[in-house]
Each structure stands twice: as structure tokens, then as C-alpha cells.
Nanobody, 123 residues
């Protein structure tokens, strides 16, 4: 059972940047797909980004391409989400997920989830 703990969410102004972290309870070196999803109030959970075990393959949702970057540090058992040029519509609870057989947009393929970290983009 992999436990995931997200951090880094906070209130930020439009155009600003944040880096979210997802710390895993065990080595992520052997975990295939890891990803980030988000959910805004009244909306469905949305895929944000995913990364392969090697870190060489990444996948992004259309709404964040060119603004967000996913990365991982196997030595620290941590996955990151660098978010730049933030917009009010990026406001959501951001979840880390792990254990998919490969990077995928399909949330049902990730067996492990964190509790989420709140990102609010507002002036």
C-alpha cells in the first residue's frame, strides 16, 4: 500500500507560479505511472499530468500544456508539479495518484491516491 502526501498548495495571484510536491511512503523507482489530477467545486475530476517510471515519458492535459511541468526525484520518493502562468480556472483541489501500468489520463487505473492540496488562483 503506497501512501501519498501532497503539499505546496496555497493562494496565488493570476500569472503566478507554484510547485506542488507528492511524497510517497516507499520508493517510487518501481512505480510505473504517477500523475496529478484536479477537481474544482461542482466539476468532475480532471487529468492534469502524468509521468513514467523512468521519467522520460510525460503526458499533459490540454488545459495545462505549456504551463505545467511534471517531474520526479526517485532519491526523494517525490513527484513534483511545477505550475506557471496560473489562471483563476486552475483553482482546484489537486490530487497525486500512483500505480497505473503506464502514464494515463484514466483515473480508474491509479490504485493509490493522496488527500489533495488546495490551489486557489485569485487576485
Amino acid at each position: 500500500q503506497v501512501q501519498l502526501v501532497e503539499s505546496g498548495g496555497e493562494l496565488v495571484q493570476p500569472g503566478g507560479s507554484l510547485r506542488l510536491s507528492c511524497a510517497a511512503s516507499e520508493s517510487i523507482f518501481s512505480i510505473n505511472g504517477m500523475g496529478w489530477f484536479r477537481q474544482a467545486p461542482g466539476k468532475e475530476r480532471e487529468f492534469v499530468a502524468a509521468i513514467s517510471r523512468s521519467g522520460t515519458s510525460t503526458l499533459y492535459g490540454d488545459s495545462v500544456k505549456g504551463r505545467f511541468t511534471i517531474s520526479k526525484d526517485n532519491a526523494k520518493n517525490t513527484v513534483y508539479l511545477q505550475m506557471n502562468s496560473l489562471k483563476p480556472e486552475d483553482t482546484a483541489l489537486y490530487y497525486c495518484a500512483a500505480g497505473a501500468p503506464l502514464p494515463t489520463v484514466r483515473s480508474g487505473l491509479y490504485p493509490y491516491w493522496g488527500q489533495g492540496t488546495q490551489v486557489t488562483v485569485s487576485s
